[in-house]
């Protein structure tokens, strides 16, 4: 039969594990959430895991006991930001028959991500020899998706002029001169890429589009 301060002893065994468990989930998160603010304010290439680990309270030692490398640390980061964001959504571009609607609704909804997200995709840019190739690829992927839907709409229409036309207009590098340079709001950069694309296409007509 098993004694009652045995039973206690085991239940603070238990106790002890799962609050030792939970804080080297809280100092992990501590470290992704000082990543990720750092990545934000001074960029990828600027942060220091000296400055990761002191951002987040914690010693380097500890920084690499949860992370082995930057690219888990990275990874990791990208993944936290990523899942705050209202993504772009090319499953709801899709429905216009007509090319040129299609292309505004994507644009449209690209260029709301982009300025909801400016600071943190700006240094991420500027960063970019920085960032591992998977963290890029995954944004390729994204971006290939985007791309593939605005273009399927124009068929047989998809000139080479035609296809860098709206790899323009779907770049953030666009959407940043347009609208934080010169100043544009999202609405005019979005008529402005759709007229480009309008002439690059010969001047296809547009239902629906003013």
């Avoid at 209202?86 to 899709?94: D, H, K, Q």
């Avoid at 323009?168 to 890429?193: D, K, P």
Wanted: charged residues 25%; proline residues 4%.
């Amino acid at each position: 039969m098993v004694s009652e301060g045995h039973l206690r002893a085991k239940q603070r065994r238990g106790y002890r594990k799962t609050r030792r468990a939970e804080d080297e989930m809280q100092t992990r998160a501590q470290i992704v959430d000082a990543a990720e603010a750092l990545h934000q304010t001074i960029g990828p290439a600027r942060t220091s895991l000296s400055a990761i680990a002191a951002q987040a309270g914690v010693t380097r030692a500890t920084v690499y006991r949860h992370f082995p490398d930057d690219e888990s640390l990275f990874i990791a980061c990208s993944s936290q930001w990523l899942s705050r964001q209202r993504l772009p959504n090319p499953g709801a571009w899709a429905t216009p028959d007509d090319p040129l609607a299609r292309l505004r609704l994507g644009l449209i909804d690209i260029y709301r991500y982009y300025r909801s997200g400016e600071q943190m995709l700006t240094l991420i840019h500027r960063d970019a020899d920085t960032v591992p190739p998977s963290v890029k690829a995954r944004r390729e992927v994204a971006q290939s998706q985007w791309l593939e839907t605005l273009r399927h709409g124009f068929g047989r229409r998809r000139s080479r002029k035609l296809q860098a036309a709206i790899g323009h207009a779907v770049s953030f590098e666009t959407w940043r001169s347009l609208c934080i340079t010169q100043g544009l709001s999202n609405r005019s950069a979005v008529q402005l890429m759709v007229d480009l694309v309008r002439t690059a296409s010969g001047g296809l007509g547009s239902r629906g589009l003013k």
